[in-house]
């Protein structure tokens, strides 16, 4: 399993179907319902999955999912096409980039080339103004290199829940999950071929409206939405916005997230194999941010340079490029003046110690996660930064490189085991911890 890789569910193989006990009956309402979805998906516990809600009855269900998981919430916003003189008859299905998705039988109803243009702007018009309401000023969550779970109260047609994972395949997400409490045979054999896994509590053979199955089924007014979306029962990590850098004649992709008032700046060095869309660096990433420090990631090479699994090891390049992606943050007025850190993993942390001691007058902290700091080799020794190094227990051979790398340092060197951790911290909770403990050493030593 690489570093991107997501767990698997130990009950049902890809597109599997979940049966749970007594989910045939029904549901008291979305509450119960989602419960019960958690607890079929709970293998995604520790991977910070991506929930993607399908507004609006699809959004408590998303909240209370991702709660459970430990993940993220946004909402996947699609609008169905209605028939010509009958808007409650699904003809397709819209997405937020205006990718149109018809059915088989929208012809038959009357739709021509023309209404369907028009009925799609109309329908895209009313996406813009619900992203608008639902999270003004943020911009959809980028799902790509994550594991995202698309959630719904039920699917009837499919055709709304087949636009949203089309659209989010579009994103190259590293596992794309359908999971909804109750759906009809052919709409749930309709998503089949859409996604990585279905997950599906009951599909009833007699099965009219999404509703008959909830002994509740009010409706979700959008200050509801608003307020589940911003509400996430553990306070909301402010967002990232995509950058580009400039290094060695390249144009690295980065996200930068600057929470008001930062104490500090955390740039992410990642590890062989890995990208910017670090999955696991995403969930430290957003604890820094809650606790008030800024974040940088970005990609330390080229795709066509990832694919090369010598430059993957080449310290000295990745060393470089963090060089730029600093002498970046330098030239950016409200960047500069806050106090460095870095956050390195596998042989990010290497790059990281190496250019931590080429500049100690930059480089105030410096954090490993399952760190290879022994390829940093003589620079260790030069290290001025405080260095936090954390290594899981289950990682016996990663923790004894820790141990002589940090006999090797002369600075403030702390080494931290987390137990029972591997060396991808999968395990449940670690990598919370992994999250707590980093954001405790920068905002120790970052605001000094």
Request: hydrophobic share 50%; charged share 20%.
């Amino acid at each position: 399993m690489s570093a991107t890789d997501p767990p698997r569910s130990p009950r049902a193989a890809a597109n599997g179907h979940h049966p749970v006990p007594d989910a045939a009956e029904g549901f008291r309402d979305r509450t119960d319902a989602a419960r019960r979805l958690a607890q079929v998906l709970a293998a995604y516990r520790g991977a910070h999955p991506l929930v993607l809600a399908i507004p609006r009855g699809g959004v408590p269900i998303g909240r209370i999912v991702a709660d459970a998981l430990g993940g993220e919430l946004d909402v996947v916003l699609v609008r169905k096409l209605g028939a010509p003189g009958n808007p409650e008859l699904a003809i397709g299905a819209i997405d937020e980039q205006g990718h149109a998705m018809l059915a088989d039988y929208a012809a038959e109803t009357g739709a021509d080339a023309a209404y369907v243009q028009a009925e799609s702007a109309r329908q895209l018009a009313l996406i813009q103004a619900r992203r608008a309401r639902y999270s003004p000023g943020h911009p959809p969550v980028d799902a790509g290199g994550r594991t995202v779970i698309v959630v719904d109260d039920g699917l009837a047609t499919g055709a709304t829940m087949r636009a949203a994972l089309a659209a989010v395949r579009a994103q190259r997400p590293a596992r794309l999950v359908c999971a909804v409490p109750v759906a009809s045979p052919r709409s749930l054999d309709g998503v089949k071929a859409l996604a990585d896994e279905v997950v599906c509590l009951a599909a009833p053979p007699m099965f009219l409206a999404v509703g008959q199955f909830y002994d509740h089924f009010q409706g979700i007014p959008d200050e509801e939405v608003a307020r589940l979306l911003t509400a996430p029962g553990a306070e909301a990590a402010p967002r990232a916005r995509p950058v580009r850098l400039p290094v060695a004649g390249l144009q690295l992709e980065a996200d930068l997230c600057v929470p008001d008032g930062a104490l500090g700046l955390v740039v992410f060095v990642h590890g062989s194999g890995s990208s910017r869309r670090s999955p696991r660096n995403r969930l430290v990433a957003q604890a820094l941010n809650r606790n008030g420090l800024a974040t940088l990631l970005f990609d330390l090479l080229s795709e066509a340079e990832d694919a090369d699994r010598a430059a993957r090891f080449d310290i000295e390049t990745l060393a470089g490029r963090l060089a730029g992606a600093a002498a970046w943050v330098g030239r950016d007025a409200a960047l500069s003046g806050l106090p460095l850190g870095l956050f390195g993993a596998s042989t990010g942390a290497a790059a990281a110690l190496v250019y931590a001691a080429a500049h100690p007058r930059k480089v105030r902290a410096v954090v490993s996660r399952g760190g290879r700091p022994d390829l940093a080799g003589d620079a260790l020794g030069r290290v001025e930064a405080p260095t936090l190094l954390l290594a899981g227990g289950a990682d016996r051979q990663v923790l004894a490189l820790n141990k002589s790398a940090m006999a090797a340092m002369n600075c403030e060197a702390e080494l931290v085991i987390v137990p029972g951790a591997a060396h991808l911290f999968e395990e449940p909770g670690t990598l919370e911890q992994v999250a707590a403990l980093a954001a405790d050493w920068f905002r120790s030593h970052l605001p000094r």
